[in-house]
Nanobody
Framework: QAQLVESGGGLVQAGGSLRLSCAAD????????MAWFRQAPGKEREFVAN????????LYADSVKGRFTISRDNAKSTVYLQMNRLKPEDTAVYYC????????????????WGQGTQVTVSS
C-alpha cells in the first residue's frame, strides 16, 4: 500500500503564502503522476493541480491559476504546492494524490491518497 504524507498546512492571513509538501514512498512516486485536491466543509473534493511524472507538464484549476505552483523533486520523492496570495475561499483540507500513469483532473482516477492537511485562510 502506497503511503503519502502531507505537511505544511496551517493558519495564514489573506494575501499570505504557504507551501505544502507530500512525501511518498519511492516506488509509488517514480511511477506516478501526482496531484493536489482540496475539500472545504460541506463541499465536494475538488481538483487543484497535477503534475506529470517527469515534471514537464502541469495543470491547474482556474481558481488557483497564477497563484499556486505545483512542483516535484523526484530525488526526494516529494511533491510541493506553493500557495501565494491566499484567499479565505482557499480554506480547505488539502490532499495529495497519486496515480500510476498520466495525470488526470478527477479524484476517482487516483489510486493513492494522503491523510490531508488543513489550510485556513483568515480574512
Amino acid at each position: 500500500q502506497a503511503q503519502l504524507v502531507e505537511s505544511g498546512g496551517g493558519l495564514v492571513q489573506a494575501g499570505g503564502s504557504l507551501r505544502l509538501s507530500c512525501a511518498a514512498d519511492g516506488r509509488t512516486f517514480s511511477t506516478s503522476a501526482m496531484a493536489w485536491f482540496r475539500q472545504a466543509p460541506g463541499k465536494e473534493r475538488e481538483f487543484v493541480a497535477n503534475i506529470r511524472r517527469s515534471g514537464s507538464l502541469t495543470l491547474y484549476a482556474d481558481s488557483v491559476k497564477g497563484r499556486f505552483t505545483i512542483s516535484r523533486d523526484n530525488a526526494k520523492s516529494t511533491v510541493y504546492l506553493q500557495m501565494n496570495r491566499l484567499k479565505p475561499e482557499d480554506t480547505a483540507v488539502y490532499y495529495c494524490a497519486a496515480r500510476v500513469g498520466s495525470p488526470r483532473g478527477v479524484a476517482n482516477e487516483y489510486e493513492f491518497w494522503g491523510q490531508g492537511t488543513q489550510v485556513t485562510v483568515s480574512s
